[in-house]
């Protein structure tokens, strides 16, 4: 069964200081991974996707994902944090043909001044 | 529009009432979506519609929902005699794509409320 963990319910970082949300899949076969935000009492953006090629995706607003083969993760990272940075983050996956997107339960992140 | 629209926002119902909300895809999108998603909790897929396939519905939770997109564009998803467990924001999301590769374009939600 296709899967999406994301171990952290909560991520605090300093603004300055490099983040990272954490999140890894189990899928049968070749999966497409994605990362969107959601920013307090908005709906949910689109900020970058693994399909395939490079395994460092780079997406908006700094962002950036390492895709893991051999650890089936897909992390999001951003070199240096920004208080408007803090927003509750998802990652998602599909696998192959499988029209349906695994969502993860979100992570909180917040950015601290 | 320029992007994906909702509506009501908000809506504040009483329990037993039947509620419509509307969702205006992005133009030229075949791909809608509805998810549902309570307060701390991740996206809950509810139904899928792509193009004139029939559509996904294995993730409607009850016989009380129901959803229709006529015409390819607008969808309605209805939820009858309501609950007080059916209070959570409704997203509705639209895509362009068909391999499946592509992201979703989400609307800002509407929030219902059960009393």
């Known amino acids: 069964a296709q899967s999406v963990a994301q171990p952290e319910d909560q991520v605090n970082v300093a603004e300055g200081n490099p983040l990272t949300v954490k999140c890894t899949y189990s899928v049968s076969g070749n999966p497409y991974l994605f990362w969107y935000v959601q920013y307090p009492n908005r709906g949910l953006q689109f900020l970058l996707k693994?399909?395939?090629?490079d395994n460092l995706v780079k997406g908006s607003y700094g962002f950036e994902a390492e895709f893991n083969k051999s650890q089936t993760s897909f992390h999001l990272k951003k070199p240096s944090a920004l208080v408007s940075d803090s927003a509750l983050y998802f990652c998602a996956v599909r696998a192959g043909n499988n029209r349906k997107l695994i969502w993860g339960l979100g992570t909180s992140l917040a950015v601290n001044p | 529009g320029a992007g994906v629209s909702q509506s009501p926002s908000n809506k504040v119902t009483e329990k037993g009432k039947d509620v419509e909300l509307r969702c205006d895809p992005i133009?030229?999108?075949?791909?809608l979506y509805w998810y549902r998603q309570s307060l701390g909790q991740g996206l809950e897929f509810l139904i899928y519609?792509?193009?004139?396939?029939?559509?996904?519905k294995s993730g409607l939770p009850s016989d009380r929902f129901s959803a229709e997109r006529t015409g390819g564009s607008v969808s309605t998803l209805t939820i009858q005699r309501t609950q007080q467990e059916d209070s959570a924001v409704y997203l509705c999301?639209?895509?362009?794509?068909?391999?499946?590769?592509?992201?979703?374009?989400f609307g800002e939600g509407s929030r219902l409320t059960v009393l």
């Open positions: 693994y399909i395939t090629g």
């Open positions: 519609f792509q193009g004139n396939s029939a559509p996904d």
């Open positions: 133009s030229g999108h075949t791909a």
């Open positions: 999301a639209s895509s362009l794509d068909r391999t499946n590769t592509g992201e979703l374009f």
